[in-house]
DNA sequence: TGCAAATGTGTTATTATGACGCAATGTAAT
DNA sequence: ATTACATTGCGTCATAATAACACATTTGCA
């Protein structure tokens, strides 16, 4: 979502006359053929990494702003919501080829920009029909996509804006209502850990055991006794143990793990506790 | 959604002449004040109760179609979405005071009425922005609940509708991807099952293991050994067993329970199977 | 009266889980 | 080199959960 309060309206201005390739001018962009995207519906996109035992979040921040947002954006008409995630996370970070999945939609009446004052419309020359799209209340598909930290190299649309991976535990303030938004998506995560396993995606191709009882741990926010996760883990029996141990590391060795592909999709379609 | 096709729009004119209160009057009051409602966007119910051991759906039909569909309708600009789904059960079952769980949000770009024939829409004085607002591509928040067979008696809006409970064994071919909509709520129950108790919502007031045990051998699709699942059910600990037993019954009576609303509670915040 | 069908209450073997013990491996300080 | 220490790898044990099954009880009905 784009969102320009009145106080930064100058600096905006400012850039925008100087890169002449940014935020506003994607907006206007946008606006001029406002027909083509869905109306007061919107996407945005939890990227979750995994790097030094933190689980990170990707981040933008549109310069004069203090505060962070979730990659988001419209929906164009021709494309199914699904398709335009991918859209969406390619436009705002340069990501592409992963997959999303929608996980919660949110639509309080108050999820408006609420910042665009009128000043700032007309400043931006945005008038009538335009304004009214912009500014009413947009319901927001959120969704969610687990990625390989380090082949995930996020790519600004606009020079100026700033993306990065941040700790979720650091998470600042963001705009709306998207912390609550990143705050299901985790428990959607946290919840999906019980059903299915999760790494394959978060971890690189060769891994440690400690490495991926980390994740879990981080993911539940709870320690985890290693003997037993050990066990637990390698029951599930999506683990290659390599006969390679990991290099420069202090104390014992740890040895490296893949994941067998196969098994883990087996597993994926299966689910892990029945219950029933 | 509202679906009127070429073919049934003699019959849906004379009935529109006939009761004075029906569908189309519903749906031009609405377009009248379309302003008022969230472009684009509509809301459908998914409502499960239990009977005859059987699990029904809840299921409306417009008179002169041959196709069923969900109950839905579209969302008020001042209302929360999670309102919005109450409202929308509410006006057009004219159930209430039930709890709706959002589980998916559908948006192929398919999704639209396509039998908006314009012969249809010139027939009902539906032009310009109206019939654009109309006929364009709608994406919908699924939204299910769980209630009592016996105490949720649905009441048509328009005299000529019938709402009907049907058996989801047995559900006839829907409008648009209903069936898919339903298909998805079945199986988000399905997996809700594994994390949490289910039954309060589903059940009258006083009822038997055996009952229980049939509610979840038909969300699951599959037979339960009556023994093992009597011994995880009580031993959850959100059962109270009565000292009464089932009359009027053939064979052995069972004996009645209740659900321990406090422990049901409890077990419903903490979940199941943590799993790790 | 006896049978069929359903319920209530076990038993047993197997597996999964949680809480530990202890030796092996490597770094770093003395 | 020796020692302390953190971390990994492997194993034990008591308990709980699960799957499969046996048997007695209750009730309607032929």
Redesign the interface.
Known sequence: MFVISKNELNCVLNQYQKSGFNKTKMLKDILENYENY????SIDCVIFGFHDNQLKVLLIKIPHRETWSLPGGF?P??????V?AVTVLNERTGVDGIFLR?F??????KRNDQHFSKEALEYLEIFEEKAKWLT??F?T?GYYALVDFLKTIPKPANKDEIIEWIDHKEVPELILDHKEILGKALATLR?E???MPVGYNLLPEKFTIPELQKL?ETI?D?K?DRRNFLR?ITNIGILTKLDEKKSNVAHKAPNLYTFDKDKYKEVLKNG?????
């Open positions: 869905q109306p007061g519906l929906i008409v021709n494309q199914d919501i699904d335009a929608q919660a939609t949110f639509g309080k009446v009413r209340r319901v598909i919840m850990l019980n059903l879990y539940l709870k985890l637990k892990l506790n029945q219950g029933w």
